[in-house]
């Protein structure tokens, strides 16, 4: 066992990849990679969208509820499994935001602002709950997307982006969105190794 210059035990990397060391799949089993070019602004929007939507996927893949509610360090409350559901807030946001969609939050209340966080518990139904409010509101926003022809479309609901919550267009919340999606995915890349020495791509 390899152990720190304190004498403490070194989890040992983990990786699946028989062609670069420590990546997390071979490059030709990566689900994220595609045959497809983007050829145009919403093209390569949708697409980074999509890429770092799996990422996260990915990052959990394979973990029990135990591990996927693992926190951080503290006092950070982050995990795995907070990670989804704060997630899912964010995509229940885009539409709220942009087609002005009653869609109250999920997790969060006013007296726990942190619910997406604090609520992310070693059960197996919170995780399933996650995992199927995640998808089901990744669907929505998909098809909200699809159905807006104009990047340039503003805002139809109250907008809470920026210092003076500036009105926005679909481009620029899109582009808010996927920023989200990949400073988490960092976390995420983090937390899993944490667990159980897998490394992210």
């Not at 964010?90 to 997406?116: K, N, S």
């Not at 199927?132 to 669907?139: A, G």
């Not at 969105?177 to 992210?200: F, N, P, Q, S, T």
Request: net charge negative; charged share 30%; aromatic share 6%.
């Amino acid at each position: 066992m390899t152990t720190s210059d304190a004498g403490e035990p070194l989890l040992t990397r983990w990786t699946k990849s028989t062609v670069y060391r420590d990546m997390w799949v071979d490059p030709d089993d990566d689900p994220r990679e595609t045959d497809v070019a983007a050829i145009d602004e919403r093209g390569v929007l949708l697409d980074y969208l999509r890429h770092y939507r799996l990422t996260m996927e990915m990052k959990c893949a394979g973990l029990d509820a135990e591990q996927l509610a693992q926190r951080s360090v503290p006092p950070s409350t982050m995990s795995l499994l907070g990670l989804v559901r704060h997630l899912t807030e964010g995509e229940r946001h885009l539409r709220r935001v942009m087609a002005g969609e009653d869609a109250p939050h999920l997790y969060r209340t006013d007296e726990d602002r942190d619910g997406d966080w604090n609520g992310a518990i070693a059960d197996p139904a919170v995780v399933e709950d996650a995992w199927r409010q995640w998808r089901t509101e990744v669907e929505r926003t998909d098809e909200f997307v699809a159905g807006v022809a104009d990047l340039g479309t503003w805002n139809a609901g109250v907008s809470d982006l920026g210092p003076d919550g500036a009105d926005l267009q679909l481009r620029d919340i899109l582009v808010a969105h996927i920023v989200e999606y990949a400073r988490h995915c960092g976390h995420a890349d983090l937390l899993r190794e944490r667990i159980d020495g897998r490394v992210g791509q």
